[in-house]
């Protein structure tokens, strides 16, 4: 169920027994030599759209554009400022609450978001009590991150080791190929590669991390794996996203 | 070429010859009985896809929600507020520009993001103006509306006449019946629907229209004029486009 | 009836009948060599006072400076960025609406501040509706733009034909002149005026009409034709404001 | 010199001799039972007038709603949040800054501005100080309260003693009748008026002053007393002014 | 009664019969060759203490980095945006005023601070009015300057004469000096100090005051003097305080 | 070295051999019937003083009230929302890194206030890389959180077991007696106490943490406890601390 293909009184009807809804979110940040610009949208995206398949959850619009501000050295890249994003998860939370939404379930596909949209629902909650809302405070959030999955992250360790690194992954590339098997890029990649250094600002990652991968070898991603990796997310957020949803 | 679907060196390698892109943007909101809540993105999207291949230009991410406030009377609308859509547009122009682009062509699906696009360009000039980026004074923004392109508007009345409306009309589900047949929706909608009355808030809004239609009918809609309006609306970009991106 | 020569008492007791007020807004900006920076104040402030009177409508405060970024590259220029004026806009509204005001006609001077105003409606609709003041679902908001009523145009066109161009307008000047006949400026105009070129920031603004003219030619204004535009402008825009403040 | 009534050219000229300009700064505000709304506006913006022929000085638009906010339990009365007007104030000096302006004297009416303009002239020398604007470090602002004249305030002493009061003075209300002799307020007064009192939010402040007068008695206001604390305020302003704009 | 020593059980208890709070607000910046950088700050904690004691009123954290953006040209000197401090004041009287305070009494210890904490009053009590908290329209706030009370002024007239200056002062030096007796600090203090000078930016404020200090000899300071000081200090704001609690 | 206790000559000196600063930063928020409402604060600043003389390092003053909006539902909690602490530590960072400042290590007190921070930190970068600062691109930011190092929480698990729990922590609590040793209080805690439920706003949290204890048994906390954990804590962050500051 996506929320852009359903109809206002759809979801009016679906409001009457779930007020749970799923919103995937990415970035869009190079990823290496031979990642996706969109992988983190592209893997959020899927993921979602496959958790809200299993557990019957309407699944809203991609974020597309996330915090990504220390990519912002390498053409392609786009990034929120912190504080411009906390306003566009303010705005979605109070947009949907008004209509009785009060699960909010973000799918996410890249690291950099994650403490600022942390942030994002502190300012929310404490921003909607102030509205005259009537559910605005039974409004939770959580962010459900697919590559910090247990078992995401078992695979990735057996099929890569050490080689998984940290950004532009063997593991990301390989759903992003699962999904668009037709854009898959070849470059030849040094095997010298950075890890282990800290993030602080763009020009200071771009020195430190010169083609963009983080300790990474995405060679060694394949759509198999890929497909592998996308069901065991699937399978795992959708019984996270379930416990969140039916707590009391 | 879809920004999501490239590498950064690909960016790079693109921008030593080209520094325009194609932004969709629509809106996630209520389109009466029938339509999709994604019609304005859907439809914006596809054109876009459409307009960046037959001018070869690089497509950025959808925004998926726009500013719809006025339609947040009806469940399943989401909006951003004015002003923090211009935060964002002012975030995304400034991320490309100190890449490079200095072209911004916002295909658009939803006449409620046009006031706040164009404040958002003149903010977004003015900040750039501020920052230390040589090709700041030469970045250029523009909305194009695939609704109103003379061709698409021609034949929709010569397919709906008076039918077309303003909202939830039939060449915007027709086109969203192209793009996605499988989700094609039916409900008996009242011959009744009202029209002409200007847009103020959300509820006074609904009160106004309550099924959310604005003077249309969208049953008259078909793939096949989808198809139609959609080839109408990329030949006309197209060429609008690349009139705004040659521009001395 | 001016707000500024009212009193408390006499507002409130005017409130009990009507809760309308007209709101000028015009800008302080270069209007080429000979055109007055106060052009579009000037011209808003005395149609608006003439509404008002026609009308037996509260005339708030000018709002003298607008949204005009383009055209700060010329000396004595001055702007809000888009973001303040909606903030300001919002003020005006809050304060004015917990008094029991309704229903705000914004007689606007300058092309420039319609973008914004629009945003800023919807800002503010939103913004109100979220306080606890009772009426506030029932503000309306409006802009009407004096030089682009239907009879102020069928003149221009009449006096100018093509020399009406698009800013520092013969028309424009023509009601400062009938305004203030002791301030008519001469100098030396060009009869080679660019014309048709998008505005963009303001450096390529002034690049391309080097002496802030577009395509006019503000040598044909008298304060006579300034009185013929004065006149057709209130009498339509009085009309439009009276449809707007009693509609259901 | 009105800013209002000038030509770009003809602040260009200016500009090469003298970088100094003056502001008007009022409110829109209850002024008790016969007090204007203007009146803060209209003595700013008529004693700025009489400064800058004094002084020959360009003197901008009247900033006509100020902070006011605890003024506006009464209907009528407008007000800019503080934070709103710091980003006004913000953008009135970045646009004349650019040009050239380096001297900013705000004539002010209503003591209610006074605080968030030292906050507003703070926070712009710092924004200034980041933009790549040559003379931004030269910038310099200040505030001339016309009823904080040394000679205003001993004259106002002499004319009405105690009854000068601290609001809705028989000082102010005498300027606005000097400047608008045609819309001179009569209304009984009760003796009994309340003084003396701390002002905090706007219910607090009508609660404890129900008409809105501070413990002023504006029935003693004359035209002729008016223009005496008129001239009193432009001498005075008028060297305050100068020494000013000429200091090192 | 310090904030930080309670627990939340005894806050509640107290609030059964008392809504004051003293909150205590410094600075951060240079105070001369001599001073403490945290001078301001200090002095304002103490004093707070002291009259929390005197008064037993609970005591909230001292703010150390206040309003000081036109000392920031020398080492060490922190500021916050008058447009952030307004901010932070806001969420503080909204925090505090939830749970049921309603006199908030901040006591000072810098000059530079009372503008804008005046402008965030005014936009405190505005915001406040908005949201559901019933006791929002009872809120008042007030600021205390230790350095500005009577006795204060008069005793370091006495000690000091004119070499009390205006910043750096050797009566705020005293009060350091008395709280933090190990960290007197010595330096030659040129007899040549420039006084009188207005407060512009930072740079401008470093060129007129090159070593910090505005007309003061901070060298006349002795921690004996520092205690009596305090002393009169505590008892003046201490009966300030009472009185601002206890009117109706 | 305390930033407070120094003069500006030698934070001048100082940065001539040493970019580095420490800020401690807690919150003010319940924690349990017997924790202090200043817990965090008074663990950062103490832990932040002893690091600080272990590494020569400046340390800042402490930043006291953080991003404890979830607990507001109880009294004597004060919070500032993310998007005012964003725009602090934004200003914190440009008013030192324009002084000369580069290497900033937050001790940090408070889970609460890890995502802001780090939300804040990416901001900052953002903004100072596009000031006319020269050492803007070289600043670093880190958070260390002293409840986290890894000899403490070992420390912790030994002496309290599972009664550690995650909120008014004995091992915090500790640090506090150790400090305050005349502060400790009594009160009966009951054995029953919540754990593991997660949090969202400050109502929610409420309502399962009535007490505002989260699965901790505060009464095993002895100032000895205390003081072997201040000095675990502060050891493993000096060495951290100059990890983070002598990396290339
Ligand atoms: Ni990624
Ligand atoms: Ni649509
Ligand atoms: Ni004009
Ligand atoms: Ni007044
Ligand atoms: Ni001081
Ligand atoms: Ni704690």
């Not at 974020?63 to 050295?73: D, E, F, P």
């Not at 909650?125 to 509205?131: A, D, F, G, K, Q």
């Not at 360790?157 to 990301?172: I, M, N």
């Not at 250094?197 to 198999?224: C, K, Q, V």
């Amino acid at each position: 169920m996506l929320l852009h293909l359903m109809t206002w009184p759809e979801v009016e009807e679906y409001l009457q027994t779930n007020t749970g809804i799923i919103i995937p979110i990415g970035s869009t940040e190079q990823h290496g030599p031979t990642g996706l610009i969109g992988t983190d949208a592209i893997c959020a995206e899927a993921i979602a759209k496959g958790v809200g398949e299993a557990t019957q959850t309407v699944v809203g619009p991609t974020i597309n554009v996330g915090m990504a501000l220390h990519h912002t050295a390498f053409p392609g890249s786009m990034s929120l400022r912190p504080s411009t994003l906390i306003q566009v998860i303010l705005d979605y939370l109070t947009s949907l609450t008004a209509a009785g939404f009060t699960r909010y379930f973000f799918i996410n596909g890249h690291g950099g978001n994650i403490a600022t949209l942390k942030a994002a629902f502190s300012e929310s909650y404490y921003h909607l009590s102030h509205l005259n809302i009537p559910q605005a405070t039974q409004v939770r959030a959580k962010v459900g991150n697919w590559f910090m999955c247990r078992a995401v992250y078992q695979k990735a360790k057996e099929l890569y080791g050490d080689q998984e690194g940290s950004h532009a992954t063997p593991s990301e590339v390989a759903v992003t190929q699962f999904v668009y098997p037709e854009s898959i890029k070849n470059a030849s990649l040094s095997p010298d590669v950075n890890s282990g250094y800290p993030i602080y600002g763009a020009s200071d990652f771009r020195s430190h991390y010169p083609d963009g991968r983080m300790g990474s070898n995405p060679a060694l991603a394949t759509p198999e794996h890929g497909e592998q990796l996308y069901n065991l997310a699937v399978k795992e957020l959708s019984e996270s996203y379930l416990k969140f949803a039916q707590a009391d």
